[in-house]
Each structure stands twice: as C-alpha cells, then as structure tokens.
C-alpha cells in the first residue's frame, strides 16, 4: 500500500532543499537560485545577480518560519497587535535578517568558499526609504521587537512607489533626486493580488431604512481604487517568529475600469488607472510640518481604509463575530496621520456591517491607542472641513457625531465652560473650520502616549492639559528605544565582538540590560586599547568613505563630531556651525593656538520646500569648502557634509562617532533616536535636556554626559519676559563677530547677502533660540575638548556609556506596550 508522506517527512524534506542552515545548503540554494531566479553562472553573474540570490537564499529561510508562525497565531487566535504607520523606514533588509536568522557567519563563510565578498554583496542592497526620520525609523524598531519578543503583530503602511528623497550635494547645495527603489526589483515583498480591497472617496451620502425599519446611512462615493496588499516577512532575533508587514499599493478598480471601457471611454479608463496609482506613488518629504496637501490626506485614507478591512477579514477568518473585534486587535496609531481609523472602523462596523453606534464606538475605542510624537504647533495635522467633506463625507459626518457625544460629556463635566469646549472640539472654530486631527485620536482612543518622560509630560500639561483633565488614566509614557540588533550587531560587528568578549556571552544581543557587565571592565587597559582600536577602525571606514564620496579626507585621530539627523531649526544645526566659526577664528586669530583637532561630520536631508535647512546645508558646505583647503586651519578642523544620510548611511556614521550633537531646543524634540544609536555605539553626547536625552544623561550619569543649555522650563520663562536676540548679539563681541564672518562674505565668494535670510533670522527672532545658547555651547565644548585630551578618561566614559544603555532598546519600548498598553503576551513559535 502506498503511505502518504507525513508533514513531519515533508518538512524535512524542504529542510533539506531550501531552508537548511548549513554552510553546504546556504551554498547550493545560493547557486540554485542564481540559476533558477537570475538565470545566470556564477561567471556571469553582475552584482545586482549575486545580491538577488543571496536575497532569494535568505527569503526562503524567511518563509518557512513565516508560514509556521501564520498558522500558529490563526489556529490559537492569538491577540495581534496592528501597527498603523504611514512611514515604515526599513532599511537594507539581507545583512540584518542574516543576523537575526544566526547565519551571518556561516554566509560569510558560504560566501568566502564560493570566491565572494559577502560584505560587497550587502552593499549592492538599496534601502527601501519608505520614511523621512524618526518617526519612520521608530516603527521599523518596533517592527524589530514585536518579532523578537515573539509578539504576533501586523505592520500597516504604505507601499510608496518614490520613497524619500535621494539627496545629492551640487554645489554646496541640495539636489532631490527622485528615489526609485523598485527599479530592479524588490525580493524582500510578496504580492497578494488577491488580497485586495476597494477604497471610496468623495460623492454623497443617503439616508434609508433597513428591512427591520432602522435608519441607516450609504455613502454613494464617486471614485473608488483598490488597495493591494504586498506583504514583506520581519523575522525576530534568535527565535521562529515572523510577523507581517503588510503595504498597501493603490490600483485601478477593477469596476471603475470595466464601467469607462463600457461607455467606450478607453483612454478615460486608462486615465482613471494612472489617477488611482498616483495615491501611493510618493512619500511626502517633510519629516515635522505638515503639507496639507489633498493627496496627502487620500493617502492617509487609503492605508488606513485597507488596514482595517483587512483586520475586519481577518476576524471573519479566524474568530468571527465582529463583537469581540477589540479582543483579537490592537491597533496603534503612529502619530495622527492614520487616525482617520477611528472615523473608518465606526463606519465599516455601521454601515457595512449594521451595528448601533453605541456597540461600535465600545468596539473601536478599545481598538485604538495613540502615540504623539510632537509638540511643534506648525506639525499638528489639520485638514480644512471643506476638503475633508469632499473627499469623505461620511467621514465627516461621523466625526460630528463622535464631536457632539464627546463635547455634550465635557459639558457635563464642566458646566458652563464654553472655552474649554470650543478648546476641545475636533473641529476648529476660529478661521476656516478645520477637523483636528489630534483630537480625534485622543477622544478615538482608550490610551495615549508621548515618547519619552519629558515630552510625555509636557503633553499632559500643554497639547493636551484639557484631555488629561477629562481623562488622567487615558496618558502614558513610553520613551522609544532603537533595535540592537541593526543599530549594534549590524552596524558595528567590531564593538559586537568585543562586547560578547568581554561579557563572555552574546544574551545582550536580546536583553541589553546585560550591558552592564562591561561596566566590571571600564577601567581595565586591555579593554581600554581594544575599544580604542575598535572606534579607530569604523573612523578609518567612515573616513574611506567619505573621501570616495566627497573627496574630503578626514584623519582617523581626530575627534569626529557628528550630527546627523533631518535638517531642522529646532534642531539647531546652525547652533553647531557657528561652534565651527568659533574654532576657526580661533586659531585665524592665533595660529599657535593648541586645540584638539576635530572632524565636524553633519548628514541630514531638508524637506525640498523648506528654504532655511537647505540655506543651512550650503552654509555647511560652504564653511567646509574654505575650511578644508586652507593650510592654516585644516591640521586642526575639517568639516564634511555626507550626502544622502539614511539608513544604510547612519550604520557607517554612528559606529565612527566619538562625538554626539544632540542640541535641539529643550521642549522641541519628543525623544530623539539618533541620541541613542550613538551612545549604543560609544559616543558621548553633548546635549540639551531634551527629549530622551534627560532619561540617557540619568542613565549614563551626569558625569559621563556634556550637558548645556537651557532647560524647557528657562525657555518657557525666557520666552514669556520677552526675548531679545539682537540684545545677545550686540552683547557678546564673540557671537557678533560669528554671525558677521558668515555675513562678510568669506565662505561665498564675497556674497555678502547669500546667508543673510539666516543671520537676520537668528538675530532678529531667532525662534529657537540659537543665541541664547550660545556661549553654554561653547564653554561645553571647551570642556569636552578637556575631556577628549585624558584618553583614558574618555575612554571610560565612552565604556560607560555603552554599558548603561539598555534601557533603550527597543526591545523594552515594546515590552511596556505590550505590558502596560496592549495586553498582549508573547506567543513563541518554534523552530527558533
Ligand atoms: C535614527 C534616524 C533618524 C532620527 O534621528 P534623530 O536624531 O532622532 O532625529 C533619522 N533618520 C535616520 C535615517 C535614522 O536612522
């Protein structure tokens, strides 16, 4: 008799085939798919060929676990977690999922044995940009996390055809180039034609009654496209979780095609594909202020619209009934820009699926929480009720109902306290009426959060002092973390080497707390020599680099200074050059002067519209340009702009830093991230109490973090007495004859007016108070400098800072949602 084969036979069986992890296996599947997939010999290949079948090689070990982990969370219905994000910002996937997969060894050597260089074939990988900074970032974390923690969880975004911008530096200035990442294919993403959803906009509503007699509403729209899913695996650290994320790419509806083609109307048929498409063409390019744009907003609905229709199927699915929804689901809203969620899910679960508004705004705010990520006024998304009524306006409607309910329980609350209403709405009164889309997510939500303790704090006591009145329990805190794994195993295997040395074990890799044990070591001079060797060596990287690239030539020893991040006033970039005017005077001034030589290093992109981050960057450029060449100067400072900061960029730049820049405003940035991968890579900070930087200065200790500047409680003081930048100007002959240096025309061929928009701007309002800074920055840098001199003591402090950084992984960002904000547990699928 013939016996069936076993699953257990037939797993072996692809065990075998394509998902061993044997240097034997890892060498035939990569040849195997070379043939099979790139159609070439290894004679032939290019190195797009060998990159694509080392990715393919890597996927089908992806895969096998993924499908494991699918029909584990569907058969136990495992609580999921949805991530709601419109920026995801990924990265180059191969070399990280090698290392989470625990083969980047093995490929090195798989790789090494077939005459190639595994490290020359990770480079051929282009990121997939699919974010401008932070915020994107934060969720490819996250994303990292959720996996690792074996947390069964959805990443919900945007499939953007243009990611972020390719930023090239033509004459000292910025140049967009567009960034077309799917050009030669994308093996990482699997496409679900079949999981498709159509999304509506515009039109009109109409009131009806059902067959029971109940009122009910239809939207009737006057477009709609479809949402296709492409689905890209995310494999945690060390263990057979692989989560999902889930893009959406936006097409022609099938019926909107087939509906043109009937009239006879081809070319408008095809005209309506090309306008469907356009949806999630690009990413807009601004990281903080908001565009306003229309498409921008058929964005936000579009991602947010196929979300949750696919969480809606996936409870038919696997649960069933729609009523327990909120237990299967957690969503979080990444910011407001897929808060339009809320609006959505009470409309699916109305309108489609005829539930009374009461059961369903039970439903949908146990589904949703909110992350805030800014406090900046000019970055709170509003959309004008005009636009908002013609493209959803039955989204519109229930945003008024949702309004009217919630404003009615703040009347009851506080009687008679008109202001506060008004204060409160959802929709702004004063001017054009505007929905607010904050206050939609806050009232949407069953929990909010800020991103570190001080912005948490201040969102209970300015954006949302009148919610947290309403609702105190409704707030949190989370303070964001970055993945070791990339930020450390990936970018710096140097420093993973040592670390794992010297704590004897790699269980950091997974609980970075473990850290702490090299704080046994900070003093041994063994140790001392290697980290000093291991830093040396990523400058001496950095350095090669970026004299490929800009063809400036950095000397490993000096100190590298680095600030890298978007290009922002709050940030204060120009607080950082004016420092390097400073130096450089300095020694123009006394050319005995005896300073500790310094490679300024900055790296960021501006939002293509925003004139005074690009003024900023062909400032920089231009300092470096007089800087670099003149003989007087450049044995003590260089100054280089590395062009088209991103991902793949960032993991060369934060393992080379000695010195870390993180000097916005205190009170302006939420938490910062870029603070933190460089600390994990042993920079020191000079800082502001910042965002995160006031829990890394409590972390790492007062004495191992160079501290300046006001605090958001002086700037707040400062502000309200009245400030007066041209008075400090006047004041301080140091910073006057700065700001007049750049005005002189010294760094533009004798423009005398090319950075004045700049320096009239930091002396006549200067709104982020650069000037008030100042001398604070500079003393600090004076002692920074100090410090620097005493090897040993830097090296300590650099030890230090590395050992006490476990708080911010994000592996115990995710842990606290999970915990304090999600209920959810961990659920392990094996075969990790
Ligand atoms: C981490 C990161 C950021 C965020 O940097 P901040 O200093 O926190 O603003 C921005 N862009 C990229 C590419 C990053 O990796």
Redo the contacts with the bound molecule.
């Keep these: 008799m013939n016996q069936e084969p076993s699953p257990a036979s037939f797993d072996q069986e692809r065990e075998h085939t394509r998902t061993g992890m044997s240097k034997a296996s890892l060498k035939r599947d990569f040849l195997d798919n070379l043939f099979y997939i790139q159609g070439r010999f290894r004679e032939v290949a290019t190195p797009h060929d060998l990159y694509m079948a080392a990715a393919y090689t890597t996927r089908d070990r992806l895969l096998a676990r993924w499908v494991k982990s699918a029909q584990d969370f569907k058969t136990t219905h495992a609580r999921t977690v949805c991530y709601l994000s419109a920026e995801f910002?990924l990265?180059p996937h191969l070399a990280n999922n090698l290392v989470n997969l625990g083969i980047a060894e093995t490929s090195t050597e798989a790789a090494e044995e077939l005459d190639l260089d595994l490290n020359a074939i990770i480079e051929e990988e282009e990121e997939p940009g699919l974010?401008?900074?932070?915020l994107?970032?934060l969720a490819a974390c996250f994303m990292d996390s959720l996996s690792t923690l074996q947390i069964p969880s959805i990443g919900y975004g945007i499939r953007y055809e243009f990611g972020i911008f390719d930023q090239m530096i033509e004459n000292g200035w910025q140049v967009e180039k567009s960034d077309t990442w799917l050009r030669n294919g994308n093996p990482w993403e699997i496409p679900r034609p079949k999981i498709r959803f159509p999304v509506m906009y515009g039109g009109h509503t109409e009131q009806y009654r059902d067959h029971d007699g109940r009122p009910r509403t239809r939207w009737v729209p006057d477009l709609v496209i479809d949402g296709v899913a492409y689905d890209t695996p995310i494999l945690g650290y060390g263990v057979g979780n692989v989560n999902l994320l889930r893009l959406w790419k936006a097409e022609a509806s099938e019926s909107f095609d087939f509906q043109a083609f009937n009239v006879g109307d081809y070319y408008g048929a095809v005209h309506a594909k090309i306008e469907a498409e356009t949806i999630s063409k690009v990413l807009y390019p601004n990281d903080e202020p908001e565009a306003g744009k229309e498409l921008r907003l058929k964005q936000q609905f579009f991602f947010v619209s196929c979300s949750v229709q696919d969480m809606i199927r996936l409870q038919f699915n696997t649960v069933g009934p729609l009523e327990t929804l909120a237990d299967k689901f957690v969503a979080q809203l990444n910011d407001t820009h897929p808060a339009l969620a809320v609006a959505e899910l009470m409309r699916l679960l109305m309108d489609e699926h005829d539930m009374e508004w009461d059961q369903a705004w039970d439903i949908t705010h146990r589904v949703f929480c909110y992350t805030n990520h800014t406090l900046l006024p000019e970055a709170l998304e509003t959309w004008s009720v005009s636009l908002f009524e013609r493209l959803l306006p039955r989204h519109l409607e229930i945003v008024y109902a949702i309004n009217q309910r919630f404003l009615d329980q703040v009347r009851v609350r506080f009687l008679g306290d008109e202001d506060r209403v008004r204060r409160m709405s959802l929709i702004a009164e004063d001017g054009e009426r505007r929905v607010r889309m904050a206050h939609l997510a806050v009232v949407g939500s069953r929990a909010v959060n800020g991103v570190a303790e001080l912005h948490s704090e201040l969102v209970k006591t300015t954006l949302f002092r009148d919610f947290h009145e309403l609702w105190p329990d409704r707030f949190h805190n989370v303070t964001n973390g970055?993945t070791p794994r990339r930020?450390m195993v990936v970018a710096n295997p140097r420093l993973t080497r040592l670390i794992t040395e010297t704590c004897g074990s790699d269980a950091w890799i997974r609980d970075l707390d473990r850290l702490r044990e090299l704080e046994a070591h900070a003093t041994d001079p063994g140790l001392h020599e290697r980290w000093h060797e291991v830093k040396i060596a990523a400058k001496r990287d950095l350095s090669a680099w970026l004299k490929h690239r800009t063809g400036v030539l950095l000397d490993p020893e000096a100190m590298f200074d680095v600030q890298?991040?978007?290009i922002h006033e709050y940030?204060r970039q120009h607080l950082n050059v004016l420092h390097i005017v400073r130096c450089y005077q300095r020694i123009k001034q006394n050319p005995n002067h005896d300073m500790v030589p310094r490679a300024f290093v900055f790296g960021?992109k501006a939002a293509p519209g925003y004139f005074m981050a690009k003024l900023i960057i062909k400032l920089i450029n231009a300092i470096a340009e007089v800087v670099n060449k003149d003989p007087q100067v450049n044995g003590f400072i260089r100054v280089v702009f590395m062009p088209d900061?991103?991902?793949k960029?960032?993991q060369r730049l934060y393992p080379a830093a000695n010195l870390s820049e993180?000097i916005s405003l205190a009170g302006k940035?939420a938490?910062?991230?870029?603070?933190?991968?460089f600390s994990m890579n042993g920079a020191l900070t000079i800082g502001t109490l910042d965002?995160a930087n006031v829990e890394i200065r409590e972390e790492v200790g007062a004495e191992n973090f160079f501290l300046f500047g006001m605090s958001a409680e002086e700037v707040n003081r400062r502000q309200h007495q009245g400030y007066r930048p041209w008075e400090l100007y006047r004041g301080d002959p140091e910073l006057r004859s700065d700001i007049d240096l750049i005005n002189s025309g010294l760094f533009s061929h004798g423009d005398t007016q090319l950075f004045r928009p700049l320096t009239d701007q930091l002396v006549n309002q200067d709104p982020f108070m650069v000037l008030a800074d100042y001398r604070a920055y500079l003393t600090c840098h004076d002692h920074v400098a100090e410090v620097y001199r005493d090897h040993h003591r830097w090296t300590r402090m650099s030890i230090l800072n590395v050992a006490r950084m476990g708080k911010f992984s994000s592996d115990r960002a995710i842990r606290e949602y999970a915990e304090r904000i999600w209920q959810v547990e961990p659920h392990p699928v094996g075969g990790g």
């Design positions: 910002l990265g974010g401008n900074g932070g994107g970032r970055v930020f890298a991040k978007r940030k960021g900061f991103n991902v960029n960032g993180q940035e938490s910062g991230t870029g603070n933190m991968k965002g």
